[in-house]
T-cell receptor, first 111, second 113 residues
Framework: DGGITQSPKYLFRKEGQNVTLSCEQN?????MYWYRQDPGQGLRLIYY???????QKGDIAEGYSVSREKKESFPLTVTSAQKNPTAFYLC??????????FGSGTRLTVV | QQQVKQSPQSLIVQKGGISIINCAYE??????FPWYQQFPGKGPALLIA???DVSEKKEGRFTISFNKSAKQFSLHIMDSQPGDSATYFC????????????WGAGTKLIIKP
């Protein structure tokens, strides 16, 4: 089945620690996105990538980093510079004018 | 000009009633208007989408109404069921921006049995 796999489903981070969220797609989509969702809130764009080896900052990129070395993979690192990282993180992909396909999300909690 | 304004923020509807969620946009270059449905703890999933060459699109109990002159579009859920309880997002995209979506803020819909 084609889709997007996000892992892990739950992640706990200690203060000052960097953590990496995985996002893999087998849809052969060119574009990939990372969104942050806080409780009861909408989707805020962190980073996006239209092609391999290229990515752009979204609205809330500070404290996050990404890479796009392969078409299928778009990992997100939450760095220690992100002071309030507790949130639900969603990865999505898109091809052309077709709709976005989302993963099931990673819930990150600072402990 | 890139914003998509969605209302209401939350909505409670009795089972069997009609749920209506509205969105408005400014950018006349938008030519793709999807609605997404999100259940708690899950990613949003595409529900239904419309392009501006039609004024209405229906899929089962879900209908998008589109008013190009008013720059508004809305989602109607007929015969609303408790299983429709979810958060709904409208969005807009254009060929100019390679169909990168601009999202509404979301509407939390609760259907009371």
């Amino acid at each position: 089945d084609g889709g997007i796999t996000q892992s892990p489903k739950y992640l706990f981070r200690k203060e000052g620690q960097n953590v990496t969220l995985s996002c893999e797609q087998n849809l052969n989509h060119d574009a990939m996105y990372w969104y942050r969702q806080d409780p009861g809130q909408g989707l805020r764009l962190i980073y996006y990538s239209q092609i391999v080896n290229d990515f752009q900052k979204g609205d809330i990129a500070e404290g996050y980093s990404v890479s796009r070395e392969k078409k299928e993979s778009f990992p997100l690192t939450v760095t220690s510079a992100q002071k309030n990282p507790t949130a639900f993180y969603l990865c999505a992909s898109r091809q052309g004018a077709l709709g976005y396909t989302f993963g099931s999300g990673t819930r990150l909690t600072v402990v | 000009q890139q914003q998509v304004k969605q209302s209401p923020q939350s909505l409670i509807v009795q089972k069997g009633g009609i749920s209506i969620i509205n969105c408005a946009y400014e950018n006349t270059a938008f030519d793709y208007f999807p609605w997404y449905q999100q259940f708690p703890g899950k990613g949003p999933a595409l529900l239904i989408a419309i392009r501006p060459d039609v004024s209405e699109k229906k899929e089962g109990r879900f209908t998008i109404s589109f008013n190009k002159s008013a720059k508004q579009f809305s989602l109607h859920i007929m015969d609303s069921q408790p299983g429709d309880s979810a958060t709904y997002f409208c969005a807009a995209g254009s060929m100019d921006s390679n169909y990168q979506l601009i999202w509404g803020a979301g509407t939390k819909l609760i259907i009371k049995p």
